[in-house]
């Protein structure tokens, strides 16, 4: 037998072995007494274990590639042109809700809590100066918050806060609970005394909005008028907002 | 996203989307509850969070899980024991220093004091030399379990006997390549 078809026939019995098929007479023979078999099965061994760990290692870097999809949304966020960008919507759509309050409040009616809400509310994880998602497990929740998307922000942060009771977490959460109008769960979010204790992000503020959306302005009011601590960039929109109400 | 009620078919069928679903669905609360149960950076759960993955995609395959619909719990139990070693190594090399790459190597391929390590490890550099198709069909056999016929229809080969001359062609290749 020529030593190509010899090692042929080892190889075809390996196989079998492999998958547990059942051996000929001959096959039995030279597993259980052929030399070269045992050092061809032995060798074989080895290369079966490199295919194995090849694979292995093809599919951990295919599985680390994966990672590329979270880090870009963490990188943009933290960009100073991303920042000039939200805070030029921000001034315009302030701008926007402004006019639109006029006019509403000039034909005698009164203020648009969904309005309010909905054009009122803004990312705020440039104003409080974090830089939250630096850290990739935040990624998905900011992600989403910062694309706007705060239906899945929402899931994302609950999965967050499960691991992190994060107050700044607890905020955005509740920031992303009322852009969906669920003002109660905002509200109690944001009435939980940790995190009225967090001077870093504007509760009470939101809050406000919140009681603006469960109809009850009068505690708005009051806690639009008693600023816990100031937030210049809000407190042009604070006073209007006390005035507008106020009528 | 799909959310299968049997995780392990799911894989078997369509790996790569699968591998992203588990991968996306379970990343953040897998990497904080490593860095909540142990003194491991970012890095490093995050590190052991991917072979856990691999880990459980190589048990699908293998046939070591048919049934699967809670993938999320195990994962942590994979992820657990591979924490686990991690601590071990650690102790065993008996200093901090050690590269993260050699202990997820050696936390991915098990024991470490294998003698054969030095021998599969040229092994490992001639299967990804060998190239296309050689490694794809010698992984889709030998790692996969996939048939002849099955490699047949997925290599476009005429048939069986004709994957099973190239199979055999492919390690006799890789055996002059490594001695």
């Known amino acids: ?247 | 996203m799909k959310t299968p009620i049997n995780w392990a078919q799911y894989i078997v069928e369509n790996e790569n989307q699968a591998i992203s679903d588990i991968y996306s669905e379970h990343r953040s609360s897998f990497i904080g509850w490593v860095k909540n149960n142990s003194n491991c950076d970012e890095d490093t759960a995050l590190d052991i969070f991917q072979v856990s993955i691999v880990i459980l995609y190589e048990n699908v395959i293998k046939g070591k899980v048919t049934e699967l619909e809670n993938v999320g719990s195990y994962l942590f139990r994979i992820g657990k024991n591979k924490l686990l070693e991690h601590y071990r190594i650690i102790k065993k090399s008996q200093h901090q220093e050690i590269d993260e790459n050699v202990l997820l190597t050696k936390v991915l391929n098990g024991d470490s004091t294998n003698d054969n390590v030095e021998l599969i490890e040229k092994i490992m550099s001639a299967v990804a030399s060998l190239g296309h198709p050689c490694k794809t069909l010698l992984e889709n056999f030998y790692f996969k379990n996939m048939s002849l016929e099955e490699i047949a229809t997925e290599m476009n080969y005429k048939n069986s006997d004709t994957a099973k001359t190239k199979k055999f062609k492919c390690i006799q290749r890789l055996r002059k390549l490594y001695s």
């Open chain 1, 1 to 247: 037998m020529k030593e190509e078809q010899k090692l042929e026939l080892y190889q075809n019995i390996i196989d079998k072995l492999l998958n547990n098929e059942s051996l000929s007479e001959l096959e039995m023979q030279i597993v259980k007494n052929d030399t070269d078999f045992q050092t061809y099965k032995d060798e074989f061994n080895l290369l079966n274990e490199g295919i194995r760990r090849s694979a292995l290692q093809t599919k951990l870097a295919e599985v680390k590639a994966l990672e590329n999809k979270f880090i870009p949304a963490s990188a943009n966020v933290n960009k100073p042109s991303n920042r000039r960008k939200w805070f030029a919507a921000f001034g315009i759509i302030f701008l926007v809700a402004l006019a639109y309050l006029y006019t509403q409040i000039n034909k005698g009616g009164s203020y648009d809590k969904d309005f309010l809400l909905a054009d009122n509310l803004v990312p705020f994880t440039d104003i409080d100066g974090t830089r939250s998602t630096d850290k990739e497990s935040k990624v998905d929740a900011y992600g989403f918050y910062n694309k706007r998307d705060y239906k899945n922000a929402i899931i994302e942060f609950e999965k967050l806060l499960k691991i992190d009771q994060n107050p700044k977490h607890k905020f955005y959460m509740a920031v992303s609970l009322l852009f969906v109008n669920k003002f109660e769960e905002a509200q109690d979010i944001l009435e939980d005394k940790e995190l009225q204790n967090y001077k870093k992000v504007p509760v009470n503020y939101y809050l406000a909005l919140s009681k603006i959306g469960t109809d009850d302005p009068k505690e708005a009011i009051q806690l639009l008028s008693n600023p816990t601590i100031p937030y210049p960039i809000l407190d042009k929109k604070r006073k209007k907002m006390i005035r507008i109400l106020s009528r």
